[in-house]
């Protein structure tokens, strides 16, 4: 099923704030204003640059496939994303946070939301917050989506002809490099990197992001200084990437204070098995060295290192899936839900929903965002008078962007979690070419917002995995009525 649902509305769902302050309120006084630069393009564009970067990146360079390890680092990702205020919300990006095994304590992230977490920084970093810090950054960078606003400013050129070109200098260093290869333009993209001033603003965004997930953004000050001190000939990349816009830890500190988070999350004691795990896997090399095995005919990506690599690895096809454990780990969306999902399945936020799905199944096949097996819930941005009105508005957004997608029946009543809620069955032809089967079901919550569960499998699979989908579904409760 086409990736619809990082996002089909353009509101973020109202229980996004509530679960901001279920993680950990945020009594905010004097909040900084932060507002996206002008921008030319569209945010489908932004997708789509960002859609053929990442593409180079894993052609070029190794993913670290450690799953606690992806996982620690999705969990972090996934409490930001739901963090982004609604004014910066984009339904059409869909956000994917994977580990290269790279030494250089550097990240970069792509417009539309992939994002690259050097295991370089992973392991330099003190505590979760530190790591929350970096990220928040980068994902202040795509939400503000700065890539394409500084392109706006600098080139008459129409994106698609210079994409890496623009990515490129957006990158700056080894990883613009790694992007920029091979383009047949001339035109200087040391320019087109990020300058002070959109730097300062992913700075006072990503700290209120960190405020609103319940992480101290006085630990991305941490961070950035600890980076900065190691300054001289051998100081960390992103340092060059990132140029620091002046007094960069005092402001944020400062912003801290206004924004006075209290519990703060610093650790889940997650970290130091992290660590360890990456420690005991073969050195890493730099991403320079990386880059040079790729310009000498021997590019080091489409591998994986300790495991399998989640997020935005291309698909799989029929047949082709692990086969789902029969352990199962609990998932929470504080404030909205939580589900009982099989443990070797992964998780991937969008803005508004949460995608379940094993390895191989959620990715890139023949050029799109695709979903091939597994189960999505969320909330659709929808309010309407009775849930039947809510779902058929729902079903046509589905159909808008799946053009295949065909309804077995009309909606039949059934429960969700005890509430009223409807159930229709489709058929699809997903974009790897296969027959598939999706089963939706919604219900109505308390302040209106349209809560909805999909389970999507090949449908000479269906029946397969049926029984995972029942388990799933009858797990789910609602917890932000």
Known sequence: ????????????????????????????????????????????????????????????????????????????????????????????????????????????????????????????????????????????????????????????????????????????????????????????TAFLRFSREYEKQADLLGSHIMARAGYDPRDMAAVFQMLEQQGGPGAPEWLSDHPNPGNRVAYITAEAKNLQVTNALHSTGELPTVQTDLRSLPPAQTMAQLEKDAQNGNPQGNRTIGGNAGGSQPVGTTGSFPATSTSY??????????????????????????????????????????????????????????????????VQQLTAVNPNLRPQSDFQSTTLDGRQALRMAFNNTNDAGQPETVVLQTTLLDDGNLFYALDVAPSNQFATYQPVFRRVGGSIRLTGR
Not at 337 to 356: E, K
Request: net charge negative; aromatic share 6%.
């Open 1 to 188: 099923m086409r990736d619809h649902l990082a996002g089909i509305t353009h509101r973020l769902f109202a229980a996004l704030t509530l679960v901001t302050l279920c993680l950990a309120p945020a009594v905010v006084t004097a909040q900084t204003r932060v507002t996206a630069p002008p921008n030319k393009y569209t945010p489908q564009q932004d997708v789509q640059l960002g859609n053929e970067a990442a593409a180079q990146v894993r052609q070029k360079m190794p993913l670290v496939g450690d799953q606690q390890v992806q996982t620690y680092v999705s969990e972090i990702g996934r409490r930001l994303v739901a963090a982004i205020p609604p004014e910066f919300q984009h339904p059409e990006f869909h956000y994917t946070f994977q580990v290269v095994d790279a030494k250089d304590e550097n990240a970069f992230a792509l417009p539309g939301g992939s994002m690259f977490i050097c295991r370089g920084m992973v392991e330099g970093v003190k505590n979760d917050g530190e790591l929350a810090g970096v990220l928040a950054h980068e994902l202040s960078h795509v939400s503000l989506r700065h890539g394409t606003a500084q392109a706006t400013r600098a080139t008459p050129y129409e994106i698609g002809a210079i994409a890496g070109q623009i990515l490129g200098g957006i990158l700056g260093g080894t990883a613009g490099q790694v992007i920029s290869t091979g383009s047949q333009f001339g035109i200087s």
């Open 329 to 394: 780990r609990t998932y929470n969306q504080p404030g909205v839900f939580r589900v009982n999902v099989p443990d070797n399945w992964q998780a991937v936020s969008g803005n508004n929903s949460v995608r379940f799905s094993p390895e191989g199944a959620s990715g890139q096949a023949n050029g799109q965002q695709a979903f091939l097996l597994g189960v999505e819930v969320g909330l659709a941005g929808l309010q309407a008078a009775d849930l039947q009105s809510a779902s058929q508005q729902f």
